[in-house]
């Protein structure tokens, strides 16, 4: 529903496209929602995303299983962005590596440049963060401050053992 919604679409089944130009370059992707105008417009071979917005998910192409709500969300995802989930307006926004990511609120997660697993939750949490390799983040944030960063680095890449480190700042 709208114009050009799925105007593309040649093999692609089981989507659901809502808004002017969403999904519109999906060639054969399929089991994919989009909702608002732009929203996935640049997904062509991608399957099994939720995309609501405005220009959500709009740097995804052949990525699979993202879940992304609000104006921008996800839009820098041409990189390698599969299973992530992003909610709030510009949430995981970096074109980088966000494969199993979650950031929640406005911004957050927008500067991540690389690694996997970033969990980044709150008003522009994660927002100035750079390089995560081998590491999974946390960060809780206040409007104000920063409430607790939990870092944890995986040490010997033969286990899967993980050295909690926990940062509060005032």
Avoid: W
Wanted: glycine share 16%; aromatic share 6%.
């Amino acid at each position: 529903v709208g114009k050009d919604a799925l105007l593309a679409i040649t093999t692609g089944g089981y989507n659901t496209a809502i808004g002017y130009q969403s999904g519109d370059s999906v060639t054969s992707g399929g089991e994919n929602i989009f909702v608002g105008n732009s929203a996935g417009s640049n997904v062509t071979t991608g399957t099994a995303h939720v995309i609501i917005g405005y220009n959500a998910g709009d740097g995804l192409t052949v990525q699979r299983g993202n879940v992304l709500v609000g104006h921008a969300a996800g839009t820098g995802g041409a990189a390698t962005f599969n299973h992530a989930v992003a909610i709030g307006m510009d949430a995981l926004n970096s074109n980088a590596t966000q494969s199993g990511s979650i950031a929640i609120g406005y911004r957050a997660g927008y500067s991540i440049t690389t690694g996997l697993g970033n969990v980044a939750i709150g008003y522009n949490a994660a927002d100035t963060v750079g390089t995560r390799s081998e590491e999974h983040t946390s960060e809780l944030q206040s409007q104000a401050y920063l409430v607790c960063r939990l870092l944890l680095e995986k040490k010997n890449p033969s286990i899967s053992v993980f050295n909690p480190l926990l940062y509060l700042l005032p």
